[in-house]
């Protein structure tokens, strides 16, 4: 490693250049790059290279290369400028080849991730209204039985089908404006179908023209991406590979017993992933050599439980005077798909700091972050409000949704749809999403926030999800527990209460042990809680008590 980094100078005057974007990244990065030809992309799934040959490793020339020649075939099916491909495969770097191969022609990958059911699949392609879809050969059989050639009348194609045309000539890149779309990249779909989120050229950099000026990294770094590789946040993160140099490999596996292993196996510096997957690490792998390396933990989207991030930062390593020395770093970076790439809130954790509950840090240089009431008016510090975020990381809106999109607004913040409060010092508190918070008779449990404390407060606890139960017609919170070994919910009702009492929040009416499988994940692996309220609608204790709904600081 070392030969593709990329020296800080040289990134100082690519975050200076407001022309590079989402659409033209690739082309910078093989300007500026002191070995286009040393390995860079490492996939977990061999992809196959511009002859058609399967490969797990790619220089940036080869990459540059194949996403040409997809570009060369695109246009041979007269695809342009503003044009729509689904693109359906299961998770590898097909997802990152078809977008560099689509933006090069203006046109606008549609990223849909491969676990997402055809019905779904289907919905989402036709509000989005695509010229074709490009899969896999799973993918194909999967949205075959769904199809209907009346209405669905973009064209399939499969990778049995087509291979790159590596002899035909590679179109002209295109010049993109500040505001023109590069990708539609759908929502997890926790709270319903999965929404159409639209990140446009210049948009697209504001994150990464900060991550690269800041960027913590040496030139024998190797980001290791557990994310969804169909997630805006993995595309972002490959874009940002590029330009600093760093080499990057891409999981298809995201379990954290594949991620400890791979992390081994590359010499990963960087694991970047959702909550998810940290938290699978932290339970099950926190001891795997593979982490030996590991400097620096970066979880995207939801906001990670302290109990989990704990156990990863006494892992891994940091620098001190020139020598490693044991313990790494969590970047927790809050944020959505329609809040743009690299979070707009930010917090750190290291080994030996105890963080605030939910902390999420504070805002990002280019986010402007609020805490409103219903009527859009700013909350006061302690009190608990909608999340709204204003600046250039926001997305234009939802693609062919102006509803949803303006909906979504609030006093000119983008509404994320979670609740928070902000304290005297000005860090963000995360209390819960807005779709999860449960307002019992004792006061409203805020899910995740009463999560954190059971997992703070009582060790035999490994995980838990709190959701909404129906008490013959009144809403109770229950609280599904994943336990040590040993341990069993005797008696635990009483002690989760206490404790919720002690740190004034209101009581929950049940505790039930839970196998960690049998809790309903959407495609990026966040837990469906809807799905749990439909299935713990049944009567449930109620013990006494009552509680306040407001946070402490």
């Known amino acids: 490693m070392g030969a593709t980094f990329v020296p800080t100078g040289v990134r100082h005057a690519i975050a200076a250049d407001p022309t590079v974007g989402g659409g033209n990244a690739l082309d910078v990065a093989l300007r500026v790059s002191p070995d286009i030809h040393a390995p860079y992309l490492h996939a977990e799934v061999p992809v196959r290279d511009a002859h058609g040959i399967p490969r797990d490793q790619l220089s940036l020339a080869e990459l540059a290369d194949l996403a040409g020649a997809w570009s060369a075939w695109y246009a041979g099916r007269g695809v342009g400028p503003r044009d729509r491909v689904g693109i359906y495969f299961q998770d590898g770097a097909d997802d990152l080849v078809h977008y560099l191969a689509l933006s090069r022609l203006g046109a606008i990958a549609v990223l849909i991730n491969g676990e997402m059911d055809p019905a779904?699949?289907?919905?989402?392609?036709?509000?989005?209204?695509?010229?074709?879809?490009?899969?896999?050969?799973?993918g194909s059989a999967r949205i075959a039985g769904v199809l209907r050639p009346e209405d669905d009348r973009f064209w399939v194609a499969s990778t049995g089908d087509t291979v790159p045309p590596g002899d035909l000539p590679v179109p002209p890149p295109f010049r993109h404006a500040p505001g023109d779309p590069v990708l539609i990249c759908h929502t997890s779909g926790t709270t319903g179908t999965p929404k159409a989120v639209i990140w446009a050229h210049a948009q697209m950099m504001v994150g990464i023209r900060a991550h690269l000026t800041r960027f913590r990294d040496h030139p024998e770094s190797l980001i290791l991406s557990a994310l969804p590789q169909s997630h805006g946040s993995a595309i972002g993160y490959a874009l940002l590979a590029m330009l600093s140099g760093v080499p990057l490999a891409l999981m298809s596996d995201r379990s954290g017993r594949a991620v400890a292993a791979a992390a081994g196996r590359y010499g990963a510096t960087i694991?970047?992933?959702?909550?998810?997957?940290?938290?699978?690490?932290?339970?099950?792998?926190?001891?795997?050599?593979?982490?030996?390396?590991?400097?620096?933990?970066?979880?995207?989207?939801?906001?990670?439980?302290?109990?989990?991030?704990?156990?990863?930062?006494?892992?891994?390593?940091?620098?001190?005077?020139?020598?490693?020395?044991?313990?790494?770093?969590?970047?927790?970076?809050?944020?959505?798909?329609?809040?743009?790439?690299?979070?707009?809130?930010?917090?750190?954790?290291?080994?030996?700091?105890?963080?605030?509950?939910?902390c999420l840090g504070v805002p990002q240089p280019y986010a402007d972050v609020a805490v409103l009431r219903p009527d859009g008016s700013p909350a006061d510090a302690g009190e608990v409000g909608l999340l709204g975020v204003k600046g250039p990381t926001v997305t234009p809106g939802y693609w062919n949704d102006s509803d949803k999109t303006y909906r979504s607004l609030l006093n000119g913040y983008w509404l994320s749809g979670d609740?928070?409060?902000?304290?005297?010092?000005?860090?963000?508190?995360?209390?819960?999403?807005?779709?999860?918070?449960?307002?019992?008779?004792?006061?409203?449990?805020?899910?995740?926030?009463?999560?954190?404390?059971?997992l703070d407060r009582l060790p035999e606890i490994d995980d838990c999800v709190v959701v909404a139960a129906d008490d013959a017609g009144e809403i109770s919170a229950i609280a599904l527990v994943q336990l040590r070994h040993g341990h069993g919910t005797d008696g635990m009702l009483s002690?989760?209460?206490?404790?919720?009492?002690?740190?004034?929040?209101?009581?929950?009416?049940?505790?039930?042990?839970?196998?960690?499988?049998?809790?309903?994940?959407?495609?990026?692996?966040?837990?469906?809680?809807?799905?749990?309220?439909?299935?713990?609608?049944?009567?449930?204790?109620?013990?006494?008590?009552?509680?306040?709904?407001?946070?402490?600081?």
């Open 419 to 454: 609740l928070v409060f902000r304290d005297e010092a000005g860090r963000f508190h995360h209390v819960d999403r807005v779709a999860d918070a449960i307002p019992t008779a004792g006061g409203t449990v805020y899910s995740v926030l009463t999560e954190e404390i059971l």
């Open 495 to 553: 002690r989760v209460n206490a404790v919720l009492d002690g740190l004034g929040r209101p009581p929950l009416a049940d505790v039930r042990a839970a196998d960690v499988k049998s809790v309903p994940v959407g495609v990026t692996g966040k837990v469906l809680k809807r799905r749990l309220r439909e299935e713990h609608a049944t009567t449930a204790h109620r013990p006494g008590g009552h509680g306040t709904s407001v946070p402490a600081g």
């Open 120 to 138: 779904g699949v289907l919905a989402y392609l036709r509000r989005t209204a695509p010229v074709g879809l490009r899969t896999d050969e799973i």
């Open 271 to 358: 694991v970047v992933g959702f909550a998810v997957t940290f938290a699978e690490l932290a339970l099950r792998e926190s001891d795997s050599a593979g982490l030996d390396l590991v400097e620096r933990w970066v979880s995207l989207a939801d906001a990670s439980h302290h109990a989990h991030v704990a156990r990863l930062v006494e892992r891994g390593r940091h620098w001190a005077g020139g020598e490693p020395v044991p313990g790494s770093m969590y970047v927790d970076g809050f944020g959505s798909s329609e809040l743009g790439w690299g979070g707009v809130l930010g917090m750190i954790t290291i080994s030996g700091v105890v963080a605030p509950h939910r």
